[in-house]
């Protein structure tokens, strides 16, 4: 059943989904295997490039809204968002939040009296072709999950009502084929050595509030993730437990998906607008988030009276965040902490005041010092660096980012320390790149190219010793076909003389 309308008109003003570079391929710790996103299917894939057989059952992700995973510290298995269909309302309230499931039953009684509403104000019946022509103009998810729940007590009493309408029996065959799909997303953890048919450990569920963007702790049990619900702009961000059990919101309404763990496993970095959610001002924050134990730390103020909130510090107790730097951002803002602590990202440089007839200055790539009392840009040279800093991804001991253009399919590769810049793949004329490059090991990088021979899409393999290599000569052709698109030419027309 359809009722994340308005959480993917979120995504997408989050530019957190559309059509844009995205993830596809995430190796292990160890570099020994991939997983990869092929024909909407999640494969196992050995570093030979050699292609298993889908993951989870052979469950497609092409609903996730988000496609994408992160590996256990140790290899063994990952945490991803995936969408779970459930029965019974009975059984979804035991996996959702009691908000969520109070919301929605408070809604009830104001279900049936809405739908009879919406169809009443229908000027003209017979364009009324599905569920989406008759939302109200608030609360849309929480009247359909409630819709839904009526349809399955008071079957008679919703047909009754949609039959109204031209097309209420196509409305009632929409309703019935989603009755015992209720949509729910869910972060769950997959084990690699389990058997196909074990089903994964869930740990976070959502209804109205969706939990996405799983990152884990690189040293202790936590995930930190995204929850959207319909009535913010912005989603918040949460740390729970690998078993589930516990769980913190750290922050609301940040900026964008670019948040990330710091080396020590404790503390989380994320972007949070100064303005709008859209408004490319932003303010780069840190928050240490898990106690040296690696639990999770309690939210800081505490109830001591129905009226009041006192804060309470203590080392187990979530501190306040901490401001690093402003910056002027890319749409897509991301932060890439490295090894030795010190945080990579984006920026175009720039001095308030300044006047709007300013010439377009380009992003450049700049490093906040460990401490984070200093700030450094890296030295590219002048024109080197594309202008579209939206997808990068740093090599795992923090000396290369690798760069991919959305415009077009070229890949770059930049030293850190020196700002040496070398395009390791191409650009070719029509195509644009639709898949995040992934790093195998320090030295070795991922990514999707143009073959040369067969002019299709094909995922590669580079290294500055042994150049680059096809990891999917052996896959079926349509297997990457998405993963580069070209652009057909614009039609020409004819004027007359």
């Not at 809204?65 to 510290?73: A, S």
């Not at 819709?147 to 929409?174: C, H, N, T, Y």
Request: aromatic share 6%; charged share 25%.
């Amino acid at each position: 059943m359809k009722i994340l309308a308005r959480c993917v008109c979120l995504l997408t003003a989050l530019w957190l989904c559309g059509c844009y570079p995205e993830e596809r391929i995430w190796w292990s710790p160890k570099g020994d295997r991939a997983i990869v996103a092929v024909n909407d299917h999640l494969h196992l894939v050995t570093a030979d490039g050699t292609l298993g057989e889908p993951l989870l059952g052979g469950d497609s992700i092409e609903d996730w809204l988000l496609k994408t995973i992160t590996w256990l510290p140790d290899g063994t298995g990952f945490v991803c968002s995936r969408k779970r269909h459930v029965r019974t309302w009975e059984e979804t309230k035991k996996l959702i939040s009691a908000q969520e499931a109070e919301r929605i039953e408070a809604w009830l009684p104001m279900v049936l009296p809405t739908l009879e509403f919406e169809i009443a104000r229908v000027k003209k019946p017979g364009h009324v072709k599905g569920l989406q022509a008759l939302m109200p103009a608030h609360d849309k998810n929480v009247f359909l999950a409630g819709l839904w729940v009526i349809f399955e007590r008071q079957r008679s009493d919703v047909e009754k009502v949609l039959r109204k309408l031209p097309q209420g029996e196509k409305i009632m065959a929409e309703l019935d084929d989603a009755r015992g799909k209720i949509s729910i997303f869910e972060l769950c953890v997959v084990k690699l050595d389990q058997s196909t048919e074990a089903s994964p450990q869930g740990i976070a569920w959502g209804l109205l509030e969706l939990p996405l963007m799983p990152k884990i702790s690189p040293k202790h049990e936590a995930v930190a993730f995204l929850q959207f619900n319909e009535d913010t702009e912005a989603p918040d961000l949460r740390v729970t437990s690998l078993d589930g059990k516990t769980s913190l919101l750290v922050a609301q309404q940040i900026s964008s998906g670019g948040f990330q763990w710091m080396p020590d496993g404790r503390t989380l970095v994320f972007t949070k607008s100064l303005g709008q959610p859209k408004d490319s001002l932003q303010s780069i924050q840190q928050i240490t988030v898990l106690q040296e134990s690696g639990a999770l730390m309690k939210s800081s103020p505490d109830s001591r009276s129905e009226d009041s909130r006192i804060k309470v510090e203590a080392p187990d107790r979530l501190p306040e965040v901490r401001l690093l730097a402003l910056a002027l951002m890319p749409e897509r803002a991301a932060l890439h902490p490295l090894p030795d602590g010190r945080i990579l990202f984006a920026s175009q440089p720039i001095t308030l005041p300044v006047v709007e007839s300013r010439p377009k200055l380009e992003p450049l790539l700049h490093l906040i010092s460990a401490d984070g009392r200093s700030l450094s840009t890296i030295p590219t040279a002048p024109g080197d660096l594309p202008t579209d800093l939206n997808y990068m991804t740093v090599s795992p001991d923090g000396k290369l980012v690798a760069v991919v253009e959305e415009a077009t399919d070229a890949v770059a590769v930049v030293e850190v320390s020196s700002g040496k810049t070398e395009v390791i793949s191409a650009p070719h004329p029509d195509w644009s790149c639709e898949t995040v490059p992934a790093w195998k090991s320090a030295t070795e990088l991922t990514f999707a190219a143009l073959d040369e021979k067969t002019h299709s899409p094909c995922w590669m393999l580079w290294s500055a010793e042994k150049g680059t290599r096809s990891l999917s000569s052996q896959w079926p052709v349509a297997a990457t076909h998405d993963w580069l698109s070209e652009r057909k030419p614009e039609p020409t027309t004819k004027t007359n003389p």
